[in-house]
Each structure stands twice: as structure tokens, then as C-alpha cells.
């Protein structure tokens, strides 16, 4: 090791650094000594790649391993590997009574052949002298090693020194002739260092002398560099920007150690516990010094004062603090960092960073703690004003992510409420909104004492809350209950101590309402929490307009879509009960009142009826009648304008009261319903509550009574239209029938055939599956079948012989009469197919077009069978009428031919049971 190079006392640093050719020594007392050295002596060489000789003294090989094992070190796998070997003083060569340096030559130059970077050797001296005495010896040994071994060869060594197997004498000289020395754990420069040589050549007493005089030289030196170094760090103590303390611990490190070996609990717990000892304890603290900064922080006038002023600095955090400090000394800790509030000595606040550690070389009896204080006021106060930001900027958040989740007023005020009374701790606020319709502040959301107040809706300029509603400014005071802004009313009911804030809610240039929030005296809303609540007003102002025009929004939606399910009731359903169900489920709905009912007006009783209702507990109403004028509902009609009522007494009289208890009405608003400047009736809508509605609110139920008057009127025109088709369709019928039995008259020999094969064909169609709307046609049809013989001459028709076959031909152009007189009459169009069709055959042999099977059409194909039927079973001119069983019979055989098989099928069964 190069000798003149930064030399570290440091023992692991020491060992890390050494280099092939050092030569060392190590003097140790006891075992734990020598485990401390030569462990990591041992393993730095395995390290490095080099190997590694421990040369034994009395002890054997194993004794030697259990010593390693014993200090945690498995030397058994290097010994394998080679690397590692145990020399006994058997095993080596001597020199003159000394172990040979020839065999750690040849050990080196073996290591390096083996690949090893170096031999690293280690072990007790006294093996080395082999029972001689006496530091001549050992001198020529250690100087035959400096002089022939170590310069040349690539090894390093350590030897070592039991002071219990070695005399003074021998010690001291292994000390003299070593340049670097390891005492038990410390490493050490020999400044008494002689050469081996020089030692033998007897200049001991000259390089000793030398060495006495160069260290009073040294001992003068350091004694002046320690006062420069005194005075310097003075000056640096003094100059010092930073507050610097020191002090004296060593009383309390003595009563720390004492109680810690006498407690059997935990000793944070005991100080807390016993805060008179801990104050005992800080009285036990002795400041040596402390800097001009200190005394500028804290506002002394000298360092007297500080001192004798000391404790007035502290507050209760620093008593914790200290604690800290204590446990800290129990521990053997030598460092802490940790802040806390102090006052200066003129009672200002200030926020300190301390820095407490303990001087070298005290660290046994803590007699010399250095403290460092570092003034972070400003820094803590940003932090502070840093903190409050992000705490408001986080109020914020939480009340606009709250905001943006409601959506409607009545679910966002409660919560709005809710966050800017959590936001300053206090538990009473109010929010009033303005309603244009009677340009008053209504009372939406209370909490607290607020909640108590009988009714606190104000007008536009009324109050304190008017006043800043009408100005646009905040109004703070200390006193609500005592605030001549107030009305007196409403100050009887606030609780006495309270001040109150209240801030204007605007969106854009907007005012829509007012916020409210009380606070208990003494307390009173910092600038900061004033702005907090201006910023959460200007917020809740612009989420108010943003869900009322949302809600108006909706509400106008709502309005379309009830006035298009009226209108859609109106236009597609003829039943007027139906669509006044809808319109007055919108009413209730959409206006939210708890009934409403409809009455038609009956100009022939000249009074209002019952015709529709909604909502109504009781049936009670539908025994209503009233005369116009009787009461304010008739009023409506009479008047024909709309009546707002908060008493139903003056709706319904005597009569009807006890009836209508149940109803619980409070308010009735009442509509005319007009079309064409007629009254209709009245649409009525029931309250519960007092009336309390906006313009808008009336005319949307206006509008939904002109939709009613429509429905009504509609249903009048219809009922008439009905009769009117009735009418109609009676003189029709009766046409028919008038045709019928004129045609049966003119043929006497088939007087009441229509009405029989009428009933016969009716009958078979019906069990035949024809819907029920087409047997009218059927009906027409049969009564009308031989509407074309009025074209036959009489000559033919009465003739009571046989016709001639050109007699035939004309009667065979009856069909086509009929088909020629009917088919310019729409109404009786879909009846045709009988009169036409009536003589044509499943086989197609029928005329007059010849049709074949389903070609015929099925109301002429049933006629035909019942037709037949008749005629066979009826008196002719040409012949008598057949029995029954023979009609039936010849029925049965023209199935397939003269008639359709199916409506033979249906008629024996269901129809020939009953003629």
C-alpha cells in the first residue's frame, strides 16, 4: 500500500482498499476483535480472486474451521476448490528459528500459476517464531520479509498479535515496525514507524527521538489548526444564516437510560402518560449557545433574554415533539428531523424545520447536540394557502360533479345546500329562486334553523334577502336576529347569536335567486370562506338556469306530447269516454294537480252533467248536475271565462259538500269549454293545495280545455252523424223490404219466398263461418233475388202452362236485370252477387255466365241451395209443392252438380233441422 495516499480509518474501508505487496498488522484482545478483521479479510481476497493462507498456531485445522463457522464463515467450499488452505506451524519450512519466507514465495508463485490475481496471507506471529522469544527475532524476520518478499512478490499479508501470548517487549516492536496498525476494530497511521532495519542497525533511539520531537512539532500544529478550526467554526456558528443551538443532553441521557431499564411498558406510552416528568426532563437540557440567527427569529433582544425567555417559545407541539427527542435518545438514535410550530419571544407564530443530531465523539454521553432551526413560516403558510386551494378547488369539483348529477331543481338545491354548508362547517343556510310569474323569492331549500321558518317567501325587494336579489351584491351581518332588514315576522323566529351571509345565485347578467348561510357568533365568515361561497353562488347560479331551462325544456316537451296524445285520442278513437280518459290523465299528469273531471253542457235540461273524471277518491261527483249561475263552476259556463277558487264550497252547494268531504279539495280551477262560440261544458282541475302557478301553468290547461271542447264537439257531431245513419240506413232497409214484398205480391204463387229464403240464407251463412259484417249483404241480397223479374212481361211471368223455349230465354234474362237495376246503386253494390249469381251451377251448367264451383260466389252458392229448397217445397202453377224428404233428398243428388257440396254439408246439418 502506497503509504503517502489518503489514508481512511475506516476499517472496512481500509480493507477494501489494500493492494498485493501491503504488509499489516493487527493487535486484538479478544475474539470478537479478531472475527471483526479477519472475516472480511478473508472474503475480500475470495472477492478479488486471490488466495488465501491461514497459517494456524497451536490450533489444528479444525479448530481453526470451527472458529470461521463460529463467525458465520463456510470456508469448506473454497477449501475445496482450492482456494483457501490452513497451514499448521508443522507444515512450514523455518528460517533461523522463523517461518520461512521461501515457502510463501513458493505459495505465491504456486497461486498465481493456478490463475489467482494474488496470495493473501494471514495468521499468529508466534507460530512465525516458533517458541523463540524475544522482538530481536522478530525483527529480523519482519525485515527479511520487507527487504526480499513483499517488494517482489504479489502478495499481501496480515499479521497478527494476541496481546495475551506475546510480551510487552515484542508487542511493542511489531507496533514500531508497521506502518499501518489495526487495534481491535480501528485502523490506525503509525507515526512512530521505523524501518526493521534501522530497528537491528540499533538507530532506535535516534528515529525515536526524531519521531518525539516531529510530534511535538505535530502535537504545536494540530493544537493551532484545532484553535483555527475553534474559531472558524465560532465564525461559522456566529455568521450562521441559520438558527443554530447547542446544547447539552448528557443529564437526560442518564435518566433516559435509568428508566429504560426500570420500565415494564412501553416508554412512549409511560411519557405520555406522565407529562410533569417530560417537562422534568426538558428543565434538564442545557443550552450552551446559540447563534445571532437565533436571536434575530426569535426576537430577543440578546442572548440573555433568549435564555432567560427560553420557554416561551414552545407550544404544545413541541412538547411532542420532545418525546420524539427522548425516544430518539433511548434508541441510541444520533439524528432527527422534524417540524413544528414556535412563537417568537413577541408572541408572533412561526413555523420551524429542526434539525437535531448529536457532535461526533459524544455519542455516548450526548453531552454535545447540535440543533439547527430553519424558519419555513412562509413556506408553511403557502403550503397552508396551497393546501385551502385545493381544498376549495376540490369543494368545487365535488359540488359541480354534485350539480351536474341532478336533474331537476327539486333534487339539486337539497344537494347543493347540503355541499356549501359542508364546505364551511356550519349547519344553517337557505336558498330562495325568483318566479317571475308573481316576481317573488320563493323559499326552495332549508337547512338548520332555516327549515323552522313558518313561510319565507319574500317579494322581489322585501328583506335582506330582496336587498340582495334587487342589488347583485353580498350582505354580511353579525346579527340576524337583530338586522332591521329582516321582517319582523321572520326575526322573532331566527335563534338569537347567529350572523348570516347571503350571496347573490347569478348566471351570466341574470339574478335567479338567492343563497343564505348562518354561522353561530363568535364565528364569523373569513374573506377566505366569503369566496369560496361567492365562487360555489356563481357556480349554483349557472346549474340553476342550465336545469330550469333543461326543465322547461322538458316540460314544453311533455306539453307536445300530452296535447299529441290528445290530439291523436281525438282524431283516431270514436269513443268519447276513451279520449277524455287520455285528455284528463294529461291534466293530472302534466299539471300535476291530484283530479280532474269534464261536464257537457245539456241544452235541453239547460244543465252541466258529469261526463268524465280522473283522480276523485269518490264516485260522488257523477251525481253532479247544476244549473248555470247556481255556483262558480256553472259561473264558468255562463260567464265563459275561467274561475280560480281556493274554497270547493263555492263550487258545489249543500248538496254536494258532504259528499265531496273526502276529495279534501282546497282549490278549483275551471274552464269553459267553447267551440264556435257555443259552450260545450267545463274542464275542472282539483288542488289539494293552495293555487300557486305560474301564467304558463294556466295556459297550458286553457289549451288542453280547447282540446276538450274539440273532443266534445267531435262527439255531438258523431252521436249525430250516428243517428243521422241510422236513420238513413232504417230507410233503406225498409226500401228493401218494400221491394221484396212487392215483387212477392206481383207473383202470388211465391207470396213470402223472399222472407223465407232470407231467413234460410242468413241462417246457412252463419253456420257456414261468413263474418257477421257481411251478412247484411246477404240479408239485401236474398230479399232482393228476383228483383229482375220486374223486366219479365207478365204474360211470361203468370203463365201457368209450360213456357215455350223462347219464353225461357227471356225469363233467363232476369239475372241480368237485376245485376243491370242494382249496380248503379252504391249502396246496395256489395249485394249484388245473389240477384246474379243466384242460378248458376257447381258444374257450370247455370247461367247467365256459365260459372263453375268457387267462381260462383259464396253468398250466391248458399242461396242457392236454400232457393231450391223453397221452391221444391212451395206450390207452383206448373206443379204441387214436393213432400219435405223428396226436396231434401234431391238436394243430397245435386250435390257436386247443381250445388256446392259444403254448403249442402252445412245445410242439412245446421239449417234444413229448423223448416
Known amino acids: 500500500m502506497n503509504h503517502d495516499k489518503e489514508f481512511s480509518p475506516d476499517l472496512n474501508e481500509l480493507l477494501a482498499s489494500l493492494e498485493p505487496h501491503d504488509h499489516l498488522c493487527l493487535i486484538y484482545n479478544s475474539y470478537e476483535e479478531w472475527v471483526e478483521v479477519i472475516v472480511p479479510f478473508i472474503l475480500s481476497g475470495f472477492e478479488r480472486n486471490e488466495k488465501c493462507i491461514y497459517v494456524a498456531d497451536d490450533a489444528s485445522n479444525q479448530q481453526v474451521k470451527t472458529y470461521f463457522l463460529d463467525a458465520g ?48 496471507v494471514t495468521g499468529e506471529i508466534s507460530s512465525a517464531l516458533h517458541e523463540k522469544s524475544g522482538s530481536e527475532k522478530l525483527l529480523g524476520y519482519e525485515a527479511k520479509l520487507n527487504r526480499d518478499f513483499f517488494p517482489g512478490y504479489s502478495c499481501l499479508a496480515l499479521c497478527q498479535y494476541n496481546r495475551s ?77 441559520i438558527s443554530l443551538w447547542e446544547e447539552d443532553f448528557s443529564a437526560v441521557k442518564q435518566r433516559i437510560d435509568e428508566l429504560k431499564n426500570r420500565l415494564d411498558q412501553d416508554l412512549r406510552s409511560y411519557l405520555v402518560q406522565h407529562p410533569d416528568l417530560v417537562q422534568e426532563l426538558a428543565g434538564l437540557v442545557q443550552i450552551i449557545d446559540v447563534n445571532r440567527a437565533t436571536i434575530n427569529l426569535y426576537k430577543a433582544k440578546s442572548k440573555e433574554e433568549f435564555f432567560s425567555k427560553f420557554n416561551n417559545i414552545f407550544l404544545k407541539e413541541s412538547h411532542e415533539a420532545f418525546i420524539d427527542i427522548l425516544l430518539a435518545i433511548a434508541e441510541s438514535e444520533k439524528e432527527l428531523f422534524f417540524e413544528l410550530p414556535h412563537l417568537t419571544l413577541e ?69 347543493l345546500l347540503d355541499e356549501v354548508l359542508a364546505a ?70 331566527i335563534p338569537p347569536g347567529w350572523a348570516g351571509t347571503f350571496l347573490p345565485l347569478q348566471a351570466g347578467q341574470k339574478i335567479v335567486g338567492v343563497l343564505a348561510v348562518s354561522v353561530p357568533s363568535p364565528r364569523e ?33 311533455h306539453k307536445l306530447e300530452a296535447t299529441r296524445a290528445v290530439d291523436k285520442a281525438i282524431t283516431t278513437s270514436q269513443d268519447f269516454h276513451l279520449t277524455m280518459d287520455v285528455l284528463l290523465k294529461e291534466v293530472v299528469n302534466q299539471l300535476h294537480v291530484n283530479s280532474a273531471a269534464v261536464f257537457t253542457f245539456n241544452p235541453q235540461l239547460n244543465e252541466l252533467e258529469f261526463a268524465a273524471g280522473q283522480g276523485f277518491k ?43 268531504a273526502a276529495e279534501e279539495f282546497r282549490c278549483c280551477i275551471s274552464v269553459p269549454l267553447i267551440v264556435k262560440n257555443e259552450v260545450k261544458g267545463v274542464l275542472a282541475a282539483f288542488e289539494s293545495r293552495p293555487y300557486n302557478h305560474e301564467k304558463e301553468w294556466l295556459d297550458f290547461l286553457e289549451a288542453l280545455a ?36 212487392a215483387l212477392d205480391l206481383r207473383d202470388h204463387e211465391t207470396e213470402g219466398h223472399s222472407k223465407r229464403v232470407t231467413e234460410m240464407a242468413v241462417h246457412l251463412a252463419k253456420a257456414i263461418g261468413v263474418p257477421d259484417s257481411e251478412l247484411i249483404h246477404i240479408r239485401r241480397g236474398a230479399l232482393l233475388h228476383d228483383i229482375g223479374k220486374v223486366g219479365i212481361p207478365d204474360s211470361i211471368l203468370l203463365k201457368t202452362g209450360k213456357l215455350t223455349n223462347e219464353e225461357w230465354a227471356v225469363m233467363r234474362e232476369h239475372p241480368k236485370f237485376a245485376y ?44 242457392t241451395v236454400v232457393d231450391v229448397f223453397d221452391a221444391l217445397t212451395s206450390n207452383r202453377p206448373y206443379r204441387l209443392a214436393w213432400k219435405r224428404e223428396a226436396a231434401l233428398d234431391y238436394i243430397r243428388k245435386e250435390s257436386g252438380r247443381h250445388f256446392d257440396p259444403q254448403a249442402v254439408k252445412y245445410f242439412l246439418e245446421e239449417v234444413a233441422k229448423e223448416y
Not at 381544498?391 to 341532478?406: C, G, I, N, Q, W
Not at 262558480?632 to 258532504?658: C, G, H, K, M, P
Request: net charge negative; glycine share 4%; proline share 3%.
Open 618 to 660: 269518490t264516485n260522488a261527483l257523477e251525481q253532479v248536475r247544476l244549473k248555470p249561475g247556481e255556483n262558480a263552476l256553472a259561473r264558468t259556463a255562463r260567464e265563459r271565462r275561467t274561475i280560480i277558487s281556493r274554497d270547493s264550497a263555492v263550487y258545489f252547494d249543500n248538496r254536494w259538500s258532504q259528499m265531496l
Open 347 to 415: 408572541g408572533e407564530l412561526l413555523f420551524v424545520q429542526v434539525h437535531w443530531s448529536v457532535a461526533s465523539d459524544h455519542e455516548s454521553t450526548y453531552s454535545r447536540v447540535s440543533v439547527s432551526v430553519a424558519d419555513i413560516t412562509e413556506h408553511k403558510k403557502a403550503e397552508e394557502s396551497l393546501q385551502k386551494r385545493l381544498a376549495e378547488l376540490e369543494t368545487l369539483y365535488k359540488v359541480s360533479s354534485a350539480l351536474r348529477s341532478a336533474e331537476t331543481l327539486e333534487e339539486m338545491l337539497p344537494i
Open 165 to 241: 501470548k506475546h510480551d510487552s517487549e515484542t508487542i511493542k516492536g511489531a507496533m514500531l515496525t508497521h506502518p499501518l496498525l489495526i487495534w481491535g476494530t480501528q485502523a490506525y497511521r503509525n507515526l512512530y514507524y521505523i524501518e526493521p532495519d534501522e530497528y537491528l542497525n540499533h538507530k532506535k533511539s535516534e528515529r525515536q527521538t526524531e519521531h518525539w520531537l516531529n510530534n511535538l512539532e505535530r502535537e504545536k500544529q494540530s493544537r493551532e489548526i484545532l484553535l483555527q478550526s475553534e474559531r472558524k467554526y465560532r465564525q461559522l456558528f456566529e455568521d450562521s444564516p
Open 706 to 741: 280547447d282540446q276538450a271542447a274539440i273532443a266534445v264537439y267531435n262527439s255531438q257531431l258523431f252521436d249525430n252523424l250516428k243517428q243521422a245513419n241510422l236513420d238513413l240506413s232504417l230507410s233503406y232497409e225498409a226500401t228493401i223490404e218494400g221491394w221484396s214484398r
Open 424 to 493: 364551511i362547517n356550519t349547519e344553517a343556510g337557505a336558498i330562495w329562486l325568483y318566479h317571475t310569474s308573481n316576481e317573488n323569492l320563493h323559499f326552495s331549500a332549508a337547512h338548520g334553523w332555516f327549515s323552522q321558518l313558518d313561510e319565507a317567501n319574500l317579494k322581489s325587494d322585501e328583506g335582506v334577502s330582496g336587498k340582495v336579489f334587487m342589488s347583485g351584491k353580498p350582505y354580511i351581518t353579525s346579527d340576524l336576529a337583530g338586522d332591521p332588514l329582516v321582517k319582523p315576522d321572520i326575526r322573532t323566529q
Open 820 to 863: 243491370e237495376l242494382l249496380a248503379p246503386i252504391s249502396y246496395l253494390r256489395s249485394a249484388l252477387e245473389i240477384p246474379y249469381c243466384h242460378h248458376e251451377k257447381w258444374d257450370g251448367s247455370g247461367y247467365p255466365r256459365g260459372l263453375k264451383g268457387e267462381e260462383i260466389p259464396l253468398a250466391a252458392r248458399i242461396f
Open 525 to 557: 365568515i373569513s374573506c377566505g370562506e366569503l369566496k369560496l361561497l361567492s365562487s360555489l353562488a356563481a357556480m349554483a347560479g349557472t346549474a340553476i338556469q342550465r336545469i330550469s331551462l333543461y326543465e322547461e325544456t322538458v316540460y314544453q316537451l
Open 73 to 120: 464463515l463456510d470456508l469448506s467450499e473454497a477449501e475445496n476448490r482450492g482456494q483457501f488452505n490452513i497451514f499448521n506451524k508443522k507444515d512450514t519450512p523455518t528460517w533461523e528459528g522463523c517461518f520461512d519466507p521461501d515457502f510463501m514465495i513458493a505459495e505465491t508463485e504456486k497461486a498465481l500459476s493456478q490463475g489467482y490475481s494474488a496470495l493473501r
